[in-house]
T-cell receptor, first 115, second 112 residues
Framework: DQQVKQNSPSLSVQEGRISILNCDYT??????FLWYKKYPAEGPTFLIS?????DKNEDGRFTVFLNKSAKHLSLHIVPSQPGDSAVYFC??????????????FGQGTTLQVKP | KAGVTQTPRYLIKTRGQQVTLSCSPI?????VSWYQQTPGQGLQFLFE???????NKGNFPGRFSGRQFSNSRSEMNVSTLELGDSALYLC???????????FGSGTRLTVV
């Protein structure tokens, strides 16, 4: 039972354009969502997060949108740069109760930004 | 500021052996979580410790265990290694559940 899904295994965009990575979730109890970037043989690097009380959070070139009714979040990268090429994971966390401290990850989307 | 440190970076073990991996969290972080990454299963939660207590455990067999010390450093142990245990094991630390998690670079375990 995959509670967090990233349906696009890969995405290719041109440098300078917008990259949009999508993530769907099924558990309505999730109330905190995070995006991580990962290179092979390294640990994930935190990019940006959003609480369920918000629908948008921005940090520089990165913006995360949350649509709770659709149980969908997306990460926008504008403008995309070749250094953004990596695997991107979305993760969900229910900070309270029995799921404290547990992140549930999607399967990842490989982003390639072409010069 | 030091990040999350995992040792060793690479490890090769034989089936049936046991292994201990170590994680030193960011100073002040009391929550430490462990994850397993494999090509087929992605990133999967193993367990989380907070102030030396295991608060949550993922769906892994009892061969996987862990502990946390009073200085928040954590170890995980895998006994009776199987070929399928070959993976990248990642540790993450945090101030607490609402503050996000910082990951270490991981330990690449190969079981032969």
């Amino acid at each position: 039972d995959q509670q967090v899904k990233q349906n696009s295994p890969s995405l290719s965009v041109q440098e300078g354009r917008i990259s949009i990575l999508n993530c769907d979730y099924t558990n309505s109890m999730f109330d905190y969502f995070l995006w991580y970037k990962k290179y092979p043989a390294e640990g994930p690097t935190f990019l940006i997060s959003i609480s369920s009380i918000k629908d948008k959070n921005e940090d520089g070139r990165f913006t995360v949108f949350l649509n709770k009714s659709a149980k969908h979040l997306s990460l926008h990268i504008v403008p995309s740069q070749p250094g953004d090429s990596a695997v991107y994971f979305c993760a969900a966390n229910h900070p309270l109760g029995s799921n404290t401290g547990k992140l549930i990850f999607g399967q990842g989307t490989t982003l390639q930004v072409k010069p | 500021k030091a990040g999350v440190t995992q040792t060793p970076r690479y490890l090769i073990k034989t089936r049936g052996q046991q292994v201990t991996l170590s994680c030193s969290p960011i100073s002040g972080h009391r929550s430490v979580s462990w994850y397993q990454q494999t090509p087929g299963q992605g990133l999967q939660f193993l367990f989380e410790y907070f102030s030396e207590t295991q608060r949550n455990k993922g769906n892994f067999p009892g061969r996987f265990s862990g502990r946390q010390f009073s200085n928040s450093r954590s170890e995980m142990n895998v006994s009776t290694l199987e070929l399928g245990d070959s993976a990248l094991y990642l540790c993450a630390s945090s101030w607490g559940p609402d503050y996000g998690y910082t990951f270490g670079s991981g330990t690449r375990l190969t079981v032969v």
